[in-house]
């Protein structure tokens, strides 16, 4: 069995993802959020250190690549192959409005004609291998039985399914039965990734399943940054380890970012940290409120006084 850390734009960045593959195992594969190369074929300085090799040492990184025209992914693939990269992500899930607008993203479910001609052009000049990470479609799922026959043509490396539509963006109940029913007509390797939050919703999803063999997680391992570790048969998360895990976070973000960007990013690491703790809500809201950081140091060490939760992870209504 394997777990990949999904990219979750605002949180799994360089220190992040360094600090959490230095403190926690489990995680075969890492992701960076999208990387998106501008039409004068560029990438940001951010962008560039979120893909510097330099910056992933001890753990397997794959850079993930969102775009409308072939040639800028082929572009960026080419540069990446370059850096030594084996594999890259193409993002076709991206719900966001200001994304799928451009045709970027789950943009791309709207046109499989258009998608056909996007993927002959980028499996045809590749320089390294591909794998996709998509919705079940557009607007329903009965879409995605058409979107898994196209994509059965292209030697994609793995095809990393979120089962919601984009309509749904990540609200309402995700739809493993149609991620399932698809599993005997798939000619690649498929991974599950859909609301997921616990070890023991995890295990209890992979017992039933026995044919999965990969899961990508995101919000539960925000939350439960020893997850992955425990549903593979290690020991749980404790309190002595994510209180160091949290004060790591905030010492490398202090000494890489301003005031304002450690305190937006603290906020972000800290509301899903508190989902780990019972009786949390209103500890929660203060973080999310902290206005500074003497706020936010307050709130965190109210948190860390409460007690663990028997099967810590991300609490959607929370």
Not at 40 to 61: C, K, M, Q, R
Request: aromatic share 10%.
């Amino acid at each position: 069995m394997q777990i990949y850390f999904a990219p979750l734009q605002g949180i799994t960045d360089v220190p992040f993802r360094q600090i959490h593959a230095d403190l926690f195992s489990g995680i075969s594969k890492y992701f960076t959020p999208f990387i998106s190369p501008t039409r004068n074929y560029n990438l940001t300085n951010h962008e560039l250190s979120e893909v510097d090799p330099g910056n992933a040492h001890g753990f397997t990184l794959v850079p993930q690549i969102i775009a409308s025209r072939p040639e800028l992914f082929l572009w960026a693939a080419d540069q990446l192959a370059e850096m030594g990269y084996t594999e890259v992500n193409l993002n076709m899930g991206c719900p966001s409005g200001t994304v799928t607008a451009k045709g970027k993203g789950a943009g791309m479910l709207t046109s499989l004609s258009g998608l056909k001609c996007f993927l002959d052009e980028v499996y045809s000049h590749t320089p390294i291998r591909v794998s996709v990470k998509t919705r079940l479609g557009w607007q329903n799922p009965e879409e995605f039985p058409d979107l898994l026959e196209l994509l059965n043509d292209y030697p994609v490396s793995e095809l990393i399914v979120h089962s919601r539509t984009r309509s749904q963006f990540y609200k309402g109940e995700t739809n493993p039965e149609a991620f399932f029913s698809a599993l005997p007509h798939c000619r690649m390797p498929l991974v599950y990734n859909g609301d997921l939050f616990t070890p023991g919703q995890c295990i209890e999803f992979m017992k039933a399943n026995p044919g999965l063999k990969t899961l990508m997680i995101g919000r539960g391992l925000a939350a439960n940054p020893a997850l992955a570790r425990t549903v593979l048969g290690g020991a749980p998360l404790s309190r002595t380890e994510l209180h160091a895990y949290h004060d790591r976070l905030y010492n490398a973000y202090t000494q890489t970012f301003s005031s304002n960007a450690v305190l937006g990013r603290m906020r972000e690491v800290g509301k899903h940290l508190a989902c780990c703790f019972d009786d949390a809500g209103k500890v929660r809201k203060k973080i999310r409120k902290a206005s500074s950081l003497s706020a936010y140091e307050a709130a965190a060490a109210q948190l860390f006084e409460l007690p663990l939760r028997d099967d810590p992870g991300f609490l959607p209504d929370s």
